[in-house]
């Protein structure tokens, strides 16, 4: 009985670093979560708008005015710019993401996976290693896979300009990314988005409206100006998302991590007194039968 509350009191003690561990992973992910989400509640609602103005623009160009990155061609060669976080211990947060990314390329990017062209870019460690594993037949591109450890728009911004410049020489015909789409520290929602071509804006009810647009100096300068801008704001706002998703979706596992460990160490300590209690019993009986043997004597 010994050898069994030694046991009991090392799970107890094992339990309970365990549980200091994930309190401390909740309160640095608390932390960490306000800072990203003030950033993408700020940025959020000026890129959507951006990106509304910019597909209604690229609507309703008349032909003086043209713009590679709203061209739809056949897709030849396609990128799938697959988002994630670098750490784990944050629930299936990756998992999630990473299994959209899968969804998308067996349902819309299955022939040009067939045929070779089907490229997959990482942003986070964690979606290179699960792809790495599982499939031998992508081209994978891991050059900015530590890109999310600095999330300052002048770093970000180069590598949607590089990404730009590769949709405008034909290099890919068209770039979607998928990423974590932040809604609260509860909930974040795996999310697939067209990036190259941009979409253009549907008309409804069957009529079709011409946005009221006027250009100073001219359309065509203004655009070569205006879309590369809302292009990379949109691909910085990709990363600000799930990194905020990330910090959130952490801080609610340590949170149920330690609620599990407190159940836990209830259930411990309740066999721990039982055992004790069976080991006192058992000490008792064998105390008072040893003195009634002597008295016997």
Not at 264 to 293: P, W
Request: glycine residues 6%.
């Amino acid at each position: 009985m010994a050898g069994g509350l030694k046991e009991v009191r090392e799970r107890i003690k094992s339990v309970i670093s365990t549980q200091q561990i994930t309190k401390a992973m909740k309160m640095v992910s608390a932390a960490k979560l306000r800072k990203a989400q003030n950033a993408i509640v700020q940025v959020r609602p000026y890129s959507d708008r951006l990106n509304r103005m910019l597909s209604n623009i690229l609507s309703n160009l008349d032909g003086d005015a043209t713009t590679s990155f709203g061209t739809v061609r056949e897709v030849k060669n396609a990128l799938v710019v697959v988002v994630t976080s670098n750490r784990g211990l944050c629930g299936a947060f990756n998992t999630n993401i990473n299994k959209e990314a899968i969804a998308l390329i067996n349902s819309k990017y299955a022939k040009q996976r067939q045929e070779g062209k089907l490229t997959v870019m990482f942003v986070g460690k964690k979606g290179y290693d699960y792809f790495r594993r599982r499939f031998s037949d992508l081209n994978y591109n891991t050059e900015f896979v530590n890109l999310s450890l600095n999330l300052e728009y002048e770093h970000t911004s180069p590598v949607a300009r590089q990404l730009m410049d590769e949709f405008s020489s034909g290099k890919y015909d068209a770039i979607e990314i998928v990423y974590g789409r932040f809604k609260n520290a509860a909930m974040q929602f795996p999310t697939v988005e067209q990036w190259l071509p941009v979409a253009k804006m549907e008309s409804t009810g069957g009529s079709k409206k011409r946005a009221d647009y006027i250009f100073e100096p001219d359309k065509q300068q203004l655009l070569e100006t205006l879309i590369p801008s809302i292009l990379q704001l949109q691909f910085h706002k990709t990363l600000l998302d799930t990194t905020a998703s990330e910090h959130g979706a952490r801080m609610t596992a340590m949170d149920k991590a330690t609620e599990n460990a407190e159940e836990l160490l209830k259930n411990l300590r309740i066999h721990y007194n039982k055992a004790r209690q069976e080991a006192i019993t058992t000490e008792l009986g064998e105390i008072v039968g040893g003195a009634a043997a002597l008295e016997g004597n």
